[in-house]
């Protein structure tokens, strides 16, 4: 039963701990290029538990990119991934011009457990340059992520594998990138269950506050 409680008091201080920082703002674009989880935090609730929810990766003030590449993990234990694809007016082909040409080289979009990955560029850079495709520039979506709680209460990052996110110009040569991830938090319900194991462990911390406080004079 004390572990019990221990353990659901625990959770209940973490998950109170990082909804208190996910309400902080998130930092605004700096002007350099980002690769970013969006949203940067999301929570589900027992309420949308089987419910599934998308995440974007997006690019953020873009700039010379002529191919990408990038891996995000997360812990397959909290999350799982429905699918992975590219949307209609992705960032790397935004009318469709490159695919209308056959000139769009998609090397994977694919998930497993744990991992989704991507990799895009262009058979032909120079025709791409010449059409004005190349190089991209700006902000846009590179990809979408259906994914669902497994229904294990807990965090996870969704970050990025810095050894496996290049953002390359029309050379092949990495630009310099900033790796934007996300959290998502699985919450449990604050039922009277929960608050009614927490409730002794709350005044043994009020009795041990007093008995250890300096008494006023």
């Known amino acids: 039963m004390k ?3 221990k353990k659901e008091a625990i959770l209940l201080t ?7 920082l996910a309400s902080f703002p998130r930092a605004q674009a700096t002007g350099e290029m980002t690769i970013q989880v969006y949203p940067n935090t999301v929570t589900i609730t027992p309420a949308n538990m089987t419910s599934t929810f998308q995440i974007e990766i997006r690019m953020i003030d ?6 990408i590449q990038f891996r995000v993990e997360w812990n397959s234990s909290i999350l799982t991934c ?3 694809v590219r949307p209609t007016g992705h960032f790397m082909d935004p009318d469709g011009t490159e ?9 994977y979009t694919r998930k497993g457990t744990g991992y989704g990955e991507y990799a895009v560029t262009y058979y032909d850079m120079q025709a791409a340059q010449t059409r004005g ?7 846009g979506i590179l990809a979408t992520l259906t994914m669902n709680a497994t229904g294990t209460l807990g965090t996870t990052t969704i970050h990025f594998n810095p050894d496996e996110t290049i ?5 092949s040569q990495p630009i310099t ?6 959290t998502v938090i699985v919450i449990p319900e604050l039922n009277l269950a929960i608050l009614a194991l927490l409730l002794p462990t709350i005044a043994l911390a009020v009795i041990a506050a007093r008995k250890f406080l300096p008494k006023k004079n």
């Open 133 to 139: 495709t190349v190089p991209r520039t700006g902000n």
């Open 3 to 5: 572990y019990l409680i």
């Open 177 to 182: 990138t900033i790796l934007d991830d996300g």
């Open 82 to 84: 429905k699918t992975i």
């Open 99 to 107: 695919e209308a040409e056959g000139n769009l080289w998609v090397i």
């Open 167 to 171: 953002i390359g110009d029309v050379n």
């Open 14 to 20: 973490a998950v109170l701990s990082l909804l208190a």
């Open 62 to 67: 873009a700039h010379d990119v002529a191919g």
